[in-house]
């Protein structure tokens, strides 16, 4: 054999071996695993979908809002009836609470557009943009989940997001004059003179 052939066939063996085990990386390559493309966390518990899960924490400090999708698959209605950081001290809270979630149906979890608020209290360094916290969600039916969600700056795109339910304006009462409508001059009818 000739050495450019020689040659030639050692370039072609290095370039099929290259080629064919590129190929057998199998059913464990990253491609067939399951992953979150996004910020958000996702989970399951029981029949309920967990989705896009995300704290939002002002830079003030205080509690941090809960960001979330939840699809209720089964044929019956369940509830959400506590949220909170696994192993804090105080609990979270759930507006409105419980929160029902209609069988076949999405609900969201904070944001102007939402079906409820949610929030979760913990330390001050825990809850720091960018750090990861376990996050319990707790169900009627469904049981409990617990979700590492990432805790994001209360910045673009979350900038709108408040860890505080939004409050409801005040109510003017009815039917009670305002102290503009009262006058102060007395009515005097006229007196006939003379």
């Known amino acids: 054999?000739?050495?450019?052939?020689?040659?030639?066939?050692?370039?072609?063996g290095v370039a099929l071996a290259a080629l064919v085990t590129g190929c057998s990386g199998g059913f464990d390559t990253p491609l067939y695993k399951a992953y979150s493309p996004g910020e958000g966390a996702n989970s399951e518990a029981g029949s309920i979908k967990i989705?896009?899960?995300?704290l939002v924490a002002p830079e003030s400090g205080g509690p941090a809002a809960v960001v979330a999708a939840f699809y209720n698959e089964s044929g019956q209605a369940d509830q959400l009836v506590d949220v909170a950081i696994q192993g804090a001290e105080q609990p979270g809270t759930v507006t409105p609470s419980?929160?029902?979630?209609?069988?076949?149906?999405?609900?969201?979890v904070g944001g102007t557009d939402a079906d409820a608020q949610a929030?979760?209290?913990?330390?001050?360094?825990?809850?720091?943009?960018?750090n990861f916290v376990p996050v319990q969600l707790s169900f009627r039916d469904a049981g409990?989940?617990?979700?590492?969600?990432?805790?994001?700056?209360?910045?673009?795109?979350?900038?709108?997001?408040?860890?505080?339910?939004?409050?409801?304006?005040?109510?003017?009462?009815?039917?009670?004059?305002?102290?503009t409508e009262l006058t102060a001059e007395p009515t005097v009818a006229p007196t006939p003179t003379g």
């Open 1 to 12: 054999m000739s050495r450019s052939r020689a040659a030639c066939a050692a370039a072609l």
């Open 51 to 54: 989705r896009n899960v995300v």
């Open 98 to 108: 419980p929160l029902e979630l209609p069988a076949g149906e999405l609900v969201l």
């Open 119 to 130: 929030t979760v209290t913990g330390p001050a360094d825990q809850l720091a943009p960018g």
């Open 144 to 179: 409990t989940a617990t979700v590492n969600v990432l805790v994001q700056p209360q910045a673009a795109p979350y900038a709108t997001i408040s860890p505080a339910p939004p409050t409801p304006p005040a109510a003017t009462p009815v039917g009670i004059p305002t102290p």
